[in-house]
């Protein structure tokens, strides 16, 4: 609602017609049909003599105006520009939790999506060991085999012992090779969708800042 219908609807209300209030305001009937068909904005001293005249709060008198008309024709109201400035504050404060909010969302999930690529957690290099063992075949003749296997972690060289402490396998580094793990995957997903709701928090709280200035 408009301030102007606001008006027209507190005097139809009380009974009064046009000439009626602006003789107890001490103002032209011209001016008051201007301010009812809002070609025209109260003044401060005007603003006083209508809540004195239907004897309002400024509560009463504004309940059910379009807040952003007050606040962009009425800030010269002492009343309407203390209300404007708590509800800055509080867009403001709403603001900067919202902010604080997506960039703490946007740090975990960067933070997940940099140990998934790098492999902070999981690693994503798979090593390949190999590993010469002796034996003796069916004539007693001594031979020399190989066997090998993978492993996410770098063991460098190393023995695996038998029975007795006497010395089974010895496995050496062969090579390796990138493999993206299931884990990392995963962790892949999850970051994507902690980045992607911080950065629409972000934009989110941008857009509603935007729109109630």
Excluded: C
Aim: net charge positive.
């Amino acid at each position: 609602m408009k301030f102007g219908k606001k008006l027209q609807e507190l005097r139809v209300k009380a009974g009064y017609k046009q000439p009626e209030v602006a003789k107890m305001m001490g103002i032209e009937q011209s001016y008051l049909s201007k301010l009812e068909n809002d070609r025209a904005i109260p003044s401060r001293e005007m603003f006083e003599k209508i809540i004195h005249v239907f004897q309002l709060t400024p509560e009463k008198l504004f309940d059910g105006i379009d807040p952003t008309i007050l606040f962009r024709d009425f800030d010269h109201i002492p009343w309407i520009a203390e209300k404007l400035k708590d509800y800055e504050q509080k867009s403001l404060y709403h603001t900067i939790r919202w902010l604080i909010l997506s960039s703490i969302i946007s740090v975990i999930g960067s933070v997940i999506l940099l140990s998934s690529v790098t492999g902070l957690i999981f690693n994503n290099k798979e090593y390949t060991y190999v590993g010469s063992y002796s034996y003796y075949d069916q004539t007693l003749k001594k031979g020399f085999g190989q066997i090998s296997f993978q492993a996410n972690n770098y063991l460098g060289h190393f023995v695996f012992f038998g029975e007795y402490g006497k010395p089974l396998f010895i496995y050496r580094y062969d090579n390796e090779q990138f493999y993206y793990r299931t884990e990392n995957r995963w962790l892949t997903f999850v970051g994507s969708i902690f980045l992607i709701a911080g950065l629409g928090f972000g934009l989110v709280s941008r857009y509603i800042r935007k729109h109630e200035n």
